[in-house]
Each structure stands twice: as structure tokens, then as C-alpha cells.
């Protein structure tokens, strides 16, 4: 049954075992039910994903991304103001820092952004994250792939820059779970 329906739940599993063998199966097998399926569970049942916790030194990282903010369906007199976010967080003490951008994701959009989040916060942390954007990276399978801009930006303020891995946004969990709450 658990192979079938792994979500079952023990007294589920024991009410039909109850239905089928009348007088076999007793409520007061229920807790060894109960073990017995979380034993199951732990040897032979779908394997869970692991995730390692994200560990964040006074500091260490700032995380830069950009959240649309259409579907808050924001007018200025009447008018639809189509915008974004630049978002920036320090991921130790999650200070952030957001800034209004009317059009895309370009390198001006971020650099202003990130500028202005570090003026803000009075200092640069050691690393600077994005996702993979066009304006940051080339996106080609080399280790060095900033653009020549990112680049040159990241050597001014003496930062290191690192992106996630494209498909995997766990690995960016403090930037994305605070834009969602900016929304929020």
C-alpha cells in the first residue's frame, strides 16, 4: 500500500488491514503501525532531497536580483507604471536595499542599484552574487564569463563575483525569499 500511496498515513493503512481481516488487527497494534511505517519510510520510501543550510559570514556575501513588480498593477494618475526592483541584501544581517528601475535588466540597472545599496550600507561586502544575468555574464560555459563592465565594477569596489547555478534557486534562497516579502 505505502509503495502505491506513500502519503498514507498509519491508522489509514490500519483501518483497511481492519476492513479486510476482521478481528486480526486490533487498535492496539496501531503505535507498532506506526513504527513500522516510519521505518518504511526511512529505508524504502521516496528519497528526499538534501539541502545543506546556508551559513552566512559577517561581511561575506551581498546578493543583487531583479523582481518584477507588474502584477501589483501599480498606476501613476490613471496611468499603468511598469517597473521592477533592483534588489540587494547582505545575506548575514539581511539589511536590504531596493531600488525602482523602469525597463530591464541591464548592466545600468544593476550597477546603479548595487552602487547605490553599498553607499547606503557604508561598505562593500567581499563577494557579490546575482543569477545569471545577461548583464553581468557572458553565460558561456568558461569560469570567467563576466562582462567586461561587471567585471571592471567588481575590481573597483574590490569585490569577488558569483552567480547560482542556472535551475537551482535554493542556492540564492536570501535575495529571492526577501523579494517575495517585498511584494508581500
Known amino acids: 500500500m505505502l509503495a502505491n500511496a506513500p502519503q498514507l498515513q498509519a491508522v489509514t493503512i ?19 503501525l506506526k513504527r513500522r511505517v516510519r521505518h518504511w519510510r526511512a529505508t524504502s520510501g521516496t528519497p528526499k532531497e538534501v539541502f545543506f543550510p546556508q551559513l552566512h559570514e559577517p561581511g561575506a556575501r551581498g546578493l543583487s536580483d531583479f523582481t518584477d513588480m507588474a502584477e501589483l498593477r501599480v498606476t501613476i494618475a490613471g496611468v499603468p507604471f511598469e517597473h ?3 534588489h540587494f541584501v547582505l545575506a548575514f544581517s539581511r539589511w536590504e536595499y531596493a531600488n525602482v528601475v523602469e525597463g530591464g535588466e541591464s548592466f545600468e540597472a544593476l550597477s546603479m542599484g ?10 562593500c561586502p567581499r563577494e557579490h552574487r546575482t543569477d545569471s544575468l545577461s548583464a553581468a555574464f557572458r553565460n558561456l560555459a568558461d569560469e570567467d564569463d ?16 558569483t552567480r547560482n ?19 508581500n
Request: aromatic share 8%; with cysteine; charged share 20%.
Open 14 to 32: 490500519l483501518r483497511k488491514l481492519q476492513d479486510d481481516h476482521p478481528g486480526e488487527y486490533p487498535d492496539s497494534t496501531r503505535r507498532t
Open 84 to 86: 521592477r526592483l533592483s
Open 114 to 123: 548595487l552602487q547605490n545599496a553599498l553607499w547606503q550600507a557604508g561598505g
Open 146 to 161: 563576466f562582462t567586461v563592465r561587471y567585471a571592471a565594477l567588481l575590481e573597483h569596489y574590490g569585490m569577488t563575483g
Open 165 to 183: 547555478n542556472r535551475g537551482l534557486g535554493h542556492e540564492y534562497g536570501a535575495v529571492k525569499n526577501m523579494c517575495c516579502s517585498i511584494k
